[in-house]
């Protein structure tokens, strides 16, 4: 587009551009022109001026009626936040399982707990050897003494 058709365009419009700014005031807080005009000329600190003179906008902004307020009993607030416990759950669960494990795992558990460390390894139980039983009976030796001596043998 030519300058001079933006020009005509903007004439054109420039009488409904300045009615809906002045209906735009009549109905609002400071806009920024006149926020502007209160705010101190030095260069520091404009932004944090403009803001204070506005005043807080949207969800922030300060709702001092009684009419939004909710009593909220300081009680209940703390339970809210207090770790509710697990333990009667807990418990149920694991006395409602009532399998055992074998033994042979639990000692698996307990090997591999153990560290790795001579000092953290208990000495292995000794094992007594048992007695060897005999299959034959003292009976039955006397009984093979007399078959094969002819007589029975004294222990000296």
Do not use: C
């Amino acid at each position: 587009m030519s300058v001079s058709l933006v020009r005509k365009g903007l004439e054109l419009l420039s009488e409904d551009i300045k009615d809906s700014r002045k209906a735009k005031k009549k109905g609002q807080t400071p806009s920024s022109a006149t926020v502007m005009e209160l705010v101190s000329t030095k260069r520091q600190g404009v932004t944090r001026q403009v803001k204070r003179l506005q005043g807080r906008l949207g969800p922030g902004k300060s709702k001092a009626t009684v009419k939004d307020k909710r009593i909220i009993s300081a009680v209940d607030e703390f339970r809210k936040k207090q770790p509710k416990s697990q333990m009667s759950a807990n418990l149920r669960y694991f006395l409602k399982t009532g399998g055992k494990a074998a033994d042979s795992d639990t000692m698996k558990i307990l090997n591999h707990n153990k560290g790795r460390q001579s000092r953290n390894r208990p000495d292995q139980p000794v094992k007594t050897p048992k007695e060897t039983q005999s299959l034959f009976t003292e009976e039955e030796f006397q009984q093979f003494q007399k078959e094969y001596f002819g007589r029975i043998v004294e222990k000296k």
